[in-house]
């Protein structure tokens, strides 16, 4: 017979050794009690196996052996009823385990590994059961926990009390904070360890987190505000007071809070304060009033408002003393303003919105003829229909419109005559203030007749001047023209000597047509200033060889200093300046000496003129820049000049902006000083040799409908070495050219020439005849100078326009000769 045994599968076998599974590791199953009934019935089953053996090895009675056999099957089969109800157990607990998805449970070994993990853990704390089995639970934790032994401050803790309970942050695997609720409890029996319950509270702590966020800006805003809130329940007892009203009553929060409002401030009991704030609890609407606390030698008002709340009301305290002085102020200055305006000698009312009249007073009365009774209140058009579209009325709107202020003077529409009104906006509407000023338009009128008749006499002069001396320049330009010529040509001293008066008194002739011509200019404003950087040295230079042998032949000294600075300034008019003030001296200096030097002071470059002469009485000092002023020559001695030089220097002052400064002691002499800004210092230029006069052969053309003029200036051309073709107008020239056959050197034309023809047309044409676009290199166009002796902005701006340099008549031959030493310089 064949003994039969049952044999426990593999893994029952393994799932009852000492309750560890199939690896040797503490099962995580928590029902004990069944896993002990499971190791009763395995010894139960071996110790039958050896009974079973033994008697089948002392007998073969086949009816034992069955008997044995039934034994075991019936044990078997409780034993497989008992795995079956184990597993079972293990499956709920499984399900609830992982249905439990808002915990984090999860079981750890005595020292504290991860032995169980469920799908809460997972989806609170990040990791994987694959990945946390058997980490340490230090990963919940951050560092510097981990590193005070917190995770093993808790287990100990959870020994010694039995249960423990905390709300603490966790480290989520993904690196950020989770707050949860944990609970821990050791395990008791054979399955040692420790049961983690972790209830996820990141988001109830960030509500909270918001809602304290929330409280702490809600107190941030009301302890902010400038009005003191004290915030009661429904029995009018403290909750709450912000920041300023403990600054206002002295008293703490918390001495306050759970006390009635009557209860913190005796005085309100029975007052009209409390009436109000029972009145807001029970209707629900807020209230309000304006306080008057008298203290000890101090006053102060209080705005107080009741408003309801969810949990009371809510009371409001404003300190507005400073408001209420203010309006007391304001209206005792308005009784002040009230006494003013009606003791101006201005009529004055004013209007609202509206355009009613809110005040009139009494000269308005007066010189309206009504009383101010019967038209305040009503509108300005309604008291007088004549407003009605007047300039008046519409300046008053256009004033309220755009809020500005406006003065205006009008015929009244109301009055008839002349008026003086300024308007001014205001909250409340307009003050209009007005007053009769037709003596004074009388006068203004009178006045403007005056000046337009002394302006049309002015004006009248400057066309007789600027006449006067363009037709004096013609006959004078050939004089001195002609006199240059004669000079190698005159023998005899007798000869010689009448000549050279002769040309002395053409130099004074021309003096006094080129200073008139200066004024004119100037007072023309046909004068633009071309600034640069202007070295002082060839300036000084220039006046020194120009006016020393004017001063040694009057025994003078002239001293001008060395000067290397460099000025911001126009070279010729600042020379201009620099040439009147010497020549000023030379005539007013009888002995001693001129001294001409420059300076550095404040940021500025200063050049004196000074003299040792009769000097400047202290009433002649402003008056020494008028036209035709001279001190001490009421002869008016020629030699002493026209009276025009310090005019022309202040004139070119104000153009310039270069300040002059004058300080003079009668009897001992006289300075000037012409303050320049700074300029850059720059190297000396290499002018040009006055080798014009030597022409060597150039071929110049001169157009001048004057024919003493046309001759004098082909005489002192061919003097100089030019060929020369001269003609009256553009037309001759060109007819001569043409003749000629060769391209002109150089073109002097007249600027105003006979029939409307002018001499920058007349160059235009004659280069005309020689541009060739196509001839490479170009030669460029033929230089031209314009002579003139206009005094307007059209020939100078002409002249610019064509490129041409200008000179304006008399000129001497040697400025002549200069002029085109400029010109040709480059060629």
């Given at each position: 017979?064949?003994?039969?045994?049952?044999?426990?599968?593999?893994?029952?076998?393994?799932?009852?050794?000492?309750?560890?599974?199939?690896?040797?590791?503490?099962?995580?199953?928590?029902?004990?009690?069944?896993?002990?009934?499971?190791?009763?019935?395995?010894?139960?089953?071996?110790?039958?196996?050896?009974?079973?053996?033994?008697?089948?090895?002392?007998?073969?009675?086949?009816?034992?052996?069955?008997?044995?056999?039934?034994?075991?099957?019936?044990?078997?089969?409780?034993?497989?009823?008992?795995?079956?109800?184990?597993?079972?157990?293990?499956?709920?607990?499984?399900?609830?385990?992982?249905?439990?998805?808002?915990?984090?449970?999860?079981?750890?070994?005595?020292?504290?590994?991860?032995?169980?993990?469920?799908?809460?853990?997972?989806?609170?704390?990040?990791?994987?059961?694959?990945?946390?089995?058997?980490?340490?639970?230090?990963?919940?934790?951050?560092?510097?926990?981990?590193?005070?032994?917190?995770?093993?401050?808790?287990?100990?803790?959870?020994?010694?009390?039995?249960?423990?309970?905390?709300?603490?942050?966790?480290?989520?695997?993904?690196?950020?904070?989770?707050?949860?609720?944990?609970?821990?409890?050791?395990?008791?029996?054979?399955?040692?360890?420790?049961?983690?319950?972790?209830?996820?509270?990141?988001?109830?702590?960030?509500?909270?987190?918001?809602?304290?966020?929330?409280?702490?800006?809600?107190?941030?805003?009301?302890?902010?505000?400038?009005?003191?809130?004290?915030?009661?329940?429904?029995?009018?007892?403290?909750?709450?007071?912000?920041?300023?009203?403990?600054?206002?009553?002295?008293?703490?929060?918390?001495?306050?809070?759970?006390?009635?409002?009557?209860?913190?401030?005796?005085?309100?009991?029975?007052?009209?304060?409390?009436?109000?704030?029972?009145?807001?609890?029970?209707?629900?609407?807020?209230?309000?009033?304006?306080?008057?606390?008298?203290?000890?030698?101090?006053?102060?008002?209080?705005?107080?408002?009741?408003?309801?709340?969810?949990?009371?009301?809510?009371?409001?305290?404003?300190?507005?003393?400073?408001?209420?002085?203010?309006?007391?102020?304001?209206?005792?200055s308005h009784e002040r303003a009230v006494k003013i305006l009606e003791s101006i000698s201005d009529a004055f009312y004013a209007v609202d919105h509206d355009w009613r009249f809110t005040y009139i007073n009494r000269k308005a009365e007066q010189l309206w003829g009504r009383s101010r009774d019967t038209m305040l209140g009503r509108r300005l058009w309604e008291v007088f229909p004549k407003t009605l579209g007047s300039e008046s009325l519409e300046a008053q709107k256009q004033a309220a419109r755009e809020g500005r202020e406006m003065a205006i003077e009008v015929v009244s529409p109301v009055l008839g005559h002349w008026v003086e009104v300024n308007i001014y906006p205001s909250p409340d509407g307009l003050s209009v203030y007005f007053r009769d000023i037709t003596a004074r338009r009388q006068a203004q009128q009178a006045l403007l007749q005056a000046k337009e008749t002394a302006e049309a006499a002015d004006l009248a002069k400057g066309k007789f001047l600027a006449a006067a001396s363009h037709d004096l320049r013609q006959p004078l330009q050939a004089l001195l023209l002609f006199v240059d010529v004669l000079k190698p040509h005159v023998q005899g001293s007798q000869g010689a000597n009448a000549l050279m008066h002769l040309g002395r008194g053409l130099d004074a002739l021309k003096e006094l047509l080129d200073s008139l011509l200066d004024m004119s200019r100037l007072?023309?404003?046909?004068?633009?200033?071309?600034?640069?950087?202007?070295?002082?040295?060839?300036?000084?230079?220039?006046?020194?060889?120009?006016?020393?042998?004017?001063?040694?032949?009057?025994?003078?000294?002239?001293?001008?200093?060395?000067?290397?600075?460099?000025?911001?300034?126009?070279?010729?008019?600042?020379?201009?300046?620099?040439?009147?003030?010497?020549?000023?001296?030379?005539?007013?200096?009888?002995?001693?000496?001129?001294?001409?030097?420059?300076?550095?002071?404040?940021?500025?470059?200063?050049?004196?003129?000074?003299?040792?002469?009769?000097?400047?009485?202290?009433?002649?000092?402003?008056?020494?820049?008028?036209?035709?002023?001279?001190?001490?020559?009421?002869?008016?001695?020629?030699?002493?000049?026209?009276?025009?030089?310090?005019?022309?220097?202040?004139?070119?002052?104000?153009?310039?902006?270069?300040?002059?400064?004058?300080?003079?002691?009668?009897?001992?002499?006289?300075?000037?000083?012409?303050?320049?800004?700074?300029?850059?210092?720059?190297?000396?230029?290499?002018?040009?040799?006055?080798?014009?006069?030597?022409?060597?052969?150039?071929?110049?053309?001169?157009?001048?409908?004057?024919?003493?003029?046309?001759?004098?200036?082909?005489?002192?051309?061919?003097?100089?070495?030019?060929?020369?073709?001269?003609?009256?107008?553009?037309?001759?020239?060109?007819?001569?050219?043409?003749?000629?056959?060769?391209?002109?050197?150089?073109?002097?034309?007249?600027?105003?020439?006979?029939?409307?023809?002018?001499?920058?047309?007349?160059?235009?044409?004659?280069?005309?005849?020689?541009?060739?676009?196509?001839?490479?290199?170009?030669?460029?166009?033929?230089?031209?100078?314009?002579?003139?002796?206009?005094?307007?902005?059209?020939?100078?701006?002409?002249?610019?326009?064509?490129?041409?340099?200008?000179?304006?008549?008399?000129?001497?031959?040697?400025?002549?000769?200069?002029?085109?030493?400029?010109?040709?310089?480059?060629?």
């Open positions: 017979m064949t003994k039969q045994q049952s044999v426990p599968n593999e893994s029952a076998d393994n799932r009852i050794k000492g309750g560890r599974d199939r690896h040797g590791q503490p099962d995580s199953g928590p029902d004990a009690t069944l896993l002990a009934r499971l190791e009763e019935l395995e010894r139960e089953n071996a110790r039958l196996q050896t009974a079973l053996s033994t008697a089948c090895s002392g007998c073969d009675d086949l009816l034992t052996v069955t008997a044995l056999n039934e034994d075991l099957r019936t044990a078997f089969n409780a034993l497989e009823h008992s795995r079956a109800a184990h597993a079972d157990s293990e499956r709920r607990l499984r399900a609830i385990l992982d249905s439990a998805i808002g915990h984090a449970i999860l079981t750890l070994s005595p020292n504290g590994r991860v032995t169980s993990w469920n799908p809460g853990a997972v989806r609170i704390l990040g990791w994987t059961e694959d990945e946390a089995r058997g980490q340490p639970v230090d990963i919940l934790f951050p560092p510097e926990e981990v590193a005070a032994g917190v995770p093993d401050a808790l287990r100990v803790r959870a020994l010694a009390e039995g249960r423990i309970q905390e709300e603490r942050a966790f480290c989520h695997r993904d690196g950020f904070v989770v707050w949860g609720a944990l609970t821990i409890l050791p395990l008791q029996g054979d399955e040692e360890g420790f049961l983690w319950i972790l209830h996820d509270r990141s988001d109830e702590r960030r509500m909270e987190e918001a809602i304290a966020d929330a409280r702490r800006r809600a107190t941030d805003i009301l302890d902010s505000i400038d009005e003191a809130l004290v915030a009661l329940d429904c029995d009018y007892r403290v909750i709450y007071q912000n920041r300023r009203a403990e600054q206002l009553d002295h008293q703490s929060l918390s001495a306050m809070r759970g006390r009635r409002l009557w209860e913190v401030w005796p005085q309100l009991a029975g007052s009209d304060l409390e009436a109000l704030c029972r009145k807001t609890m029970m209707e629900r609407q807020p209230t309000g009033v304006e306080k008057r606390f008298d203290g000890e030698g101090t006053t102060l008002w209080l705005e107080i408002r009741f408003l309801p709340t969810p949990e009371g009301v809510g009371c409001f305290f404003r300190d507005i003393t400073t408001r209420k002085r203010a309006e007391e102020e304001a209206r005792a007072d023309a404003g046909v004068v633009q200033p071309n600034i640069e950087n202007v070295s002082v040295t060839p300036l000084f230079d220039h006046i020194a060889a120009s006016y020393r042998p004017v001063a040694a032949a009057k025994g003078l000294e002239l001293h001008v200093s060395s000067c290397k600075a460099a000025a911001r300034t126009d070279r010729t008019l600042l020379t201009r300046m620099v040439r009147n003030l010497v020549e000023n001296a030379l005539r007013y200096t009888e002995s001693g000496r001129i001294d001409i030097e420059c300076r550095r002071a404040g940021g500025r470059l200063l050049i004196e003129v000074r003299d040792t002469g009769i000097g400047i009485p202290p009433d002649h000092l402003e008056r020494i820049w008028e036209e035709f002023h001279q001190v001490g020559n009421p002869e008016r001695d020629r030699n002493r000049g026209l009276g025009l030089g310090l005019a022309i220097v202040r004139r070119l002052s104000q153009l310039l902006n270069h300040p002059v400064d004058v300080q003079s002691r009668p009897g001992q002499g006289t300075s000037f000083v012409i303050a320049l800004p700074m300029g850059r210092s720059i190297e000396a230029p290499v002018t040009a040799a006055e080798a014009a006069t030597a022409g060597r052969g150039r071929f110049a053309v001169v157009v001048d409908d004057d024919a003493i003029v046309l001759l004098g200036l082909e005489t002192i051309f061919r003097e100089w070495g030019y060929e020369v073709l001269v003609a009256g107008s553009a037309q001759k020239a060109v007819e001569g050219l043409s003749r000629a056959g060769r391209r002109p050197d150089l073109i002097v034309a007249d600027y105003r020439l006979r029939e409307g023809q002018f001499g920058t047309d007349a160059v235009a044409r004659i280069r005309a005849l020689y541009d060739d676009p196509g001839k490479s290199p170009s030669p460029g166009p033929i230089p031209g100078l314009i002579l003139t002796g206009e005094t307007g902005p059209d020939c100078e701006r002409d002249a610019a326009a064509h490129g041409l340099g200008i000179i304006h008549k008399p000129v001497t031959p040697r400025q002549l000769s200069h002029a085109l030493g400029e010109l040709l310089g480059g060629q």
